[in-house]
């Protein structure tokens, strides 16, 4: 009877409770998402690389080299040698290395020349390998492995073929037309850049680059496995590398040493550190969106309890009649606080479903525009508690028109 | 006895030397019916309200049914008004986005706690007895008439079977015509469950329907309250 009172009570207002609902469930929606998608951002920043204990490069700051390097965005400053890379592969402290080069493209993303170690070690997420959806890595000179993004939204499958262009951007005046590259591998998903990358081997960079004259020469070899290998072919420069050490323990000893490089000047960068700083970057706006969703959040607590506060002028007689039946004065205070509870649960549990369907509804672009994957399932433990400190939020201010209503009933009957 | 008041002095707390009532000496009897005539502003809802524990006295005693209300604690007397205290006013004796059988379920309820039996299923003969159509039951309260409304706040104050009901101006927003239904309706249902009645009103030309009629004026110092009986 209690509950079907307050329920009624507030059916009764319908125009002022909708209102109030609807501010607190905008606000709820908000304080949510952001809280979603930070987290997803957050976690999916951090999953991008692992496994790699330093990334060298061409001296820059941390956070550039690891946007280039590990993100589709920010530009090497400058290139490093072949030298280095040999100098550094020989070194006793080097367990694996992985060449990258960079500056094609195919139709807006990235193309990245490595070798095969960069399936065999680039891991990301809790240590994960990459590893084929279809196919298998490259073999020829003229294979390509796509992420799994690119393969979904250029719809390439195993064996279609395709031609890489200089520089970046979808538009670009300057094609390697003449050299089409056959696709042989699909990664799996892995919710990182990797999906929006396409791996060609770096010899295949060096090859495409090194002009039509040359190309004919080298084309009869091209679909010939030990091309690849060829001496010819080695380049001479290199965009960045991703180390692998033997020993953690020495990561610093090594950076340092890189650091201190004498035939060029080198960086070689932490990746969780790099990563960090980037976020920290972020932070700014992330801190002030969140500020902003609990002052929408605080105002409409503010609202439920101003709405609440000014029917108790009207529900002076109903205070009065509930006295006479033998209601006290805790009941009153109850029942306010149950309404403020009522509002605070239907925007909750809209303000969810809302989000959810949106989250689901907007997956797809996402996705595409931004590389993010953002999950549906926004019940998890952070949000939990930001839904519980909501209610306790709602009641502290609805502490204001209960204590009246409270304290109307005590004061009795006149 | 059902009320006995001794000694009572009371005036509202911010002009305590203004007193609203003196009232030295007053009884009533068991399943007695009493009109308290008043005029507007004598104090007739200050009087009803202490019989009803929703205010107490300063000075004096109030025994109503036997209890000192004064030594009781705030939720003894909410319980105690809940239980033996049936209440109807002027106007607004139903919350009104409730229907008739929620109001009256909503009165039951907070009793309900001390009571093992719940009166639920005497409620549906309970608005037959006042005359309530079965298409009102379930009806807002505020769609029904005044008299009807008058009405169901007769049910309502007695589905706890009070031993005591308090009636303040319960006629006054009514017609002639409804006044006489609802009248003979509260008389019955009083005498037929032995319910001891207090009914405040400025209008004598309800005195016929009592056997005993008192001006609260006369009931204080002023007046001969000693010669009553």
């Not at chain 1, 492995?145 to 064996?159: D, N, P, Q, R």
């Not at chain 1, 976020?279 to 309890?305: K, R």
Request: aromatic content about 8%.
């Amino acid at each position: 009877m209690f509950f079907k009172l307050a329920v009624k009570s507030l059916g009764d207002r319908k125009g002022a409770v909708c209102l109030s609902i609807l501010v607190m469930c905008v606000s709820i929606v908000v304080l949510l998402g952001v809280g979603h998608v930070r987290h997803q951002a957050k976690e999916g920043f951090y999953n991008t690389v692992s496994g790699v204990d330093l990334i060298v490069g061409a001296r820059t700051s941390s956070v550039n080299m690891l946007l280039y390097t590990v993100f589709p965005s920010g530009t090497p400053t400058n290139s490093i040698r072949w030298e280095s890379y040999q100098d550094l592969a020989n070194s006793e402290y080097i367990e694996w290395l992985i060449p990258i080069s960079l500056g094609d493209s195919h139709k807006g993303y990235r193309v990245l020349g490595t070798t095969s170690a960069y399936f065999e070690h680039f891991s990301y997420g809790q240590q994960r390998r990459l590893s084929f959806a279809q196919g298998k890595g490259f073999e020829q000179m003229l294979d390509v492995v796509i992420g799994s993004e690119i393969a979904k939204s250029l719809h390439y499958e195993l064996g279609d073929t395709l031609v890489l262009a200089h520089g970046l951007g979808a538009t670009s005046f300057s094609h390697h037309d003449d050299q089409p590259f056959v696709v042989t591998g699909i990664l799996a998903p892995t919710g990182t850049p990797v999906d929006q990358t396409l791996f060609v081997h770096l010899h295949a960079i060096e090859w495409i680059h090194k002009g039509s004259a040359h190309s004919r020469e080298v084309a009869g070899s091209a679909h010939n496995p030990s091309g690849i290998l060829g001496a010819d072919l080695l380049p001479e420069s290199l965009t960045a590398m991703f180390v692998g050490l033997k020993s953690k323990l020495q990561t610093f000893h090594v950076q340092r040493l890189i650091n201190n490089y004498k035939a060029e000047p080198l960086s070689a960068v932490l990746p969780g550190v790099a990563l960090s700083e980037l976020w920290q970057l972020m932070a700014a706006l992330e801190n002030a969106l969140v500020l902003i969703s609990v002052l929408v959040l605080i105002s409409a607590c503010l609202g439920v309890s101003a709405m609440l506060l000014s029917t108790i002028r009207d529900r002076h007689r109903e205070i009065q009649l509930l006295r006479a039946m033998g209601a006290p004065p805790l009941f009153l205070f109850a029942l306010i606080q149950l309404e403020a509870a009522v509002i605070t649960f239907v925007s909750v549990v809209l303000a969810v479903v809302i989000l959810m369907v949106s989250l689901i509804g907007l997956h797809d672009y996402v996705l595409a525009k931004v590389g993010m994957s953002l999950s549906a399932n926004i019940v998890t433990p952070h949000s939990m508690s930001l839904i519980g400190v909501l209610f306790l939020l709602c009641a502290l201010v609805a502490m204001i028109p209960s204590l009246w209503g409270y304290l109307l009933a005590r004061r009795g009957a006149h | 006895m059902a009320i006995e008041i001794t000694g009572l002095k009371f005036g509202y707390p911010r002009q305590e030397n203004e007193l609203v009532l003196n009232i030295p000496n007053w009884v009533l009897g068991e399943r007695e019916g009493v009109l308290i005539h008043a005029p507007s502003g004598a104090g007739k809802s200050t009087f009803l309200n202490l019989l009803s524990g929703l205010l107490v006295a300063q000075q004096g005693e109030v025994r109503v049914l036997g209890h000192n209300l004064s030594e009781m604690n705030g939720y003894q007397r909410d319980q105690f008004r809940a239980l033996h205290i049936g209440y109807v006013f002027q106007q607004f004796n139903l919350i009104p986005y409730l229907s008739a059988i929620d109001n009256i379920l909503l009165a039951n309820s907070f009793s309900s706690a001390r009571q093992s039996n719940p009166r639920r299923n005497e409620i549906p003969h309970l608005l037959n007895t006042l005359n309530i159509a079965r298409s009102d039951w379930r009806r807002p309260a505020r769609h029904l008439s005044v008299g009807q409304q008058q009405r169901v706040a007769i049910a309502r104050a007695l589905v706890n079977k009070p031993r005591f009901l308090i009636a303040d101006e319960p006629t006054s927003s009514l017609d002639a015509e409804n006044r006489d239904r609802f009248m003979s309706l509260l008389m019955d249902i009083t005498t037929t469950n032995d319910i001891t009645l207090v009914f405040a009103s400025h209008d004598l030309s309800l005195a016929p329907y009592f056997k005993r009629v008192e001006s609260l004026l006369d009931m204080q110092t002023s007046g001969a309250p000693l010669d009553v009986f």
